[in-house]
């Protein structure tokens, strides 16, 4: 509520605090041995670095980071389902996945060890938002193949606090649980928060009166003005955390009480800011695409991987005193993909259904609005002779068999809408796919 | 027998319905009758004109997605019953109307029902064999 407010120090914070010289020192001897555990182990990494006459050890400082090739999403989609694994299935204790854009998930795996280091890197985020082993998490995140659930009750059971892992949806149940039970923190994403408290509102519930104080919002982007909001509204502390399910999910950075971007978990997550388009780095302060090296993930290193994520490094020292350099908060992606509720959607998997059920690719347009709090995707695709009959009946049947495929490709609900040819706007060069209306 | 039923798409918004009908006006084209059928998204109209393929081409110019469909029209009394007595065979022989629409025609005492059959083919046999006055385009024209 107040700009004085001062969690008190948490030791599970030390690294955070850790001198600069140290904190280099302690990545260069994290990425050299990452780095030759990749070259022994993962094929493609190896052959990039002998195509351009490298190995491990050309890298003898922290800037020679930037000699290395980067790896891309598609990388991972190319090389489905073991490719890019440095270690044995049989070494690996868990896999996740998020959606891909051909119907092949991403999909990442995680040693014993790598489960530990997310889990410590997940509670000193929680440590950063003031919360300790007396709270009780009310975890809204989805469970299941999706990062969000699971790494956030990892990291509340290494803090010590109470996890319930109500998983998302079950707005009634939601409430319930949070009132019976005295939740002090809630993980979900901001727009189903400002839902629950509409909810809430609704009931005549004052939520001031609840002892929940913190938020840990993400998985989507958000805004200060939607923070403001939300910490207006229901008196808590509103916090950013930032992660990807590439490097570990979430836990690769968050804000601390400055609330004044997010520091990145960088002992663990080496981030580099370059141009996109010519893949040069960029100095700190310059806005760019954050490139983010996992320095101590072993099951499925990522070296240099680019998460296509606009933010700049803060140079400026953060008040809270942490050396750990901070982010913007993300607020754009440097391609096509968009966030929905968690959830990861492509364009060309919309075009992929109307591919398979008119057997052509329409015009169309996705449309992003926020209704009742909750992200809503429209779907807008220009009638075609296909599409189109004298009875409405086979009109809402193709447009509904559309919105089916799409559902079933992105796993996200959609509203279909016809419009006339011609209604969606042509723009030169790369068509406008995405009208993003939320205002976040 | 068979006559062309022009089908408009129309987005469900202010202003699409006088398009449609701006540029049939603005190119004499008239519209002998017509039936909007509507769902919260989206719109079809459909209607009988006077010139099928200028009104195709002129509409489609303006880019408006248009379709030809093949309806029928019967001319039957205007009176009670006039509607039912041509159902009832129709339903008797098992031929599915996708879906109907009347006027009152200007010869006295007589209405004109415009049918769109799932199998126009097959309906044309059953109403030759009822002996229905079914209507050709110039008759249909002469009515209005």
Known sequence: ?440 | MKLQQLSLFLENRPGQLSEACRILAENDINMLTLTLADTQQFGVLRVIVSDVQRARQTLEEAGIMVQIAEVIAVEVPNEPGGLARVLDPLEAHDLDIEYMYAFASRHKGRAVLVFRFRDTDAAVQVLKQLQLTVLREHQLTDLV
């Open chain 1, 1 to 440: 509520m107040n700009a004085t407010f001062q969690p008190t120090f948490h030791p599970v914070s030390a690294p955070d605090f850790l001198p600069a010289p140290q904190l280099r020192q302690l990545q260069m001897a994290r990425l050299t041995r990452i780095l030759q555990h990749a070259y022994d182990r993962v094929p493609l990494f190896r052959e990039r670095l002998q195509q351009r006459g490298l190995t491990p050890s050309s890298i003898r400082h922290l800037e020679d980071i930037s000699r290395l090739p980067f790896t891309q999403k598609s990388d991972l989609r190319d090389t489905y389902p073991f490719g890019l694994f440095a270690m044995d299935i049989h070494d690996v204790v868990r896999l996740h996945a998020s959606s891909g854009t051909t119907g092949k998930p991403i999909v990442v795996a995680y040693s014993r060890e790598d489960i530990q280091v997310w889990s410590n890197a997940m509670e000193r985020c929680f440590a950063a938002y003031g919360m300790d082993a007396n709270d009780i998490i009310q975890n809204a995140y989805g469970y299941g193949l999706f990062t969000g659930g699971l790494g956030a009750h990892y990291g509340g059971e290494s803090l010590g606090a109470t996890v319930i892992p109500i998983s998302g949806g079950n707005t009634e149940r939601q409430l319930m649980v949070m009132k019976d039970f005295g939740v002090t923190a809630i993980c979900c994403t901001p727009s189903y928060f400002v839902h629950l408290c509409e909810r809430i509102q609704d009931m005549n519930v004052d939520l001031a009166s609840l002892p929940l104080r913190t938020g840990v919002f993400g998985a989507e982007p958000w805004s200060d003005a939607m923070r403001d909001r939300i910490q207006e509204m229901t008196g808590i502390r509103a916090y950013d955390i930032y992660g990807l399910s590439e490097i570990v999910g979430p836990g690769v950075a968050c804000e601390c009480a400055q609330q004044s971007g997010l520091h990145v978990l960088e002992d663990y997550f080496y981030p580099e800011i370059i141009d996109p388009d010519t893949e040069e780095p960029l100095p700190d302060g310059t806005e760019g695409e954050l490139v983010l090296t996992t320095l101590s993930k072993f099951a499925m290193p990522m070296i240099r991987y680019r998460t296509r994520d606009i933010t700049a490094i803060i140079p400026e020292p953060c008040a809270c005193g942490r050396s750990l350099r901070r982010i913007r908060r993300i607020s754009r992606r440097s391609d096509d993909m968009f966030i929905i509720r968690g959830v990861n959607v492509y364009p060309s998997q919309i075009e992929t259904a109307m591919l398979r059920v008119e057997g052509t690719t329409p015009h169309y347009q996705i449309v992003l609005t926020r209704q009742h709090s909750l992200d809503q995707i429209a779907v807008q695709i220009e009638v075609t002779p296909q599409i189109f009959s004298d009875t409405v009946k086979a009109i809402e049947a193709s447009r509904r068999r559309i919105q089916q495929e799409i559902e079933t490709l992105t796993g996200i609900r959609v509203t279909v809408e016809l419009v006339r040819p011609g209604a969606v706007p042509r723009s030169e060069g790369k068509a406008q796919r995405i009208v993003d209306k939320r205002n976040v």
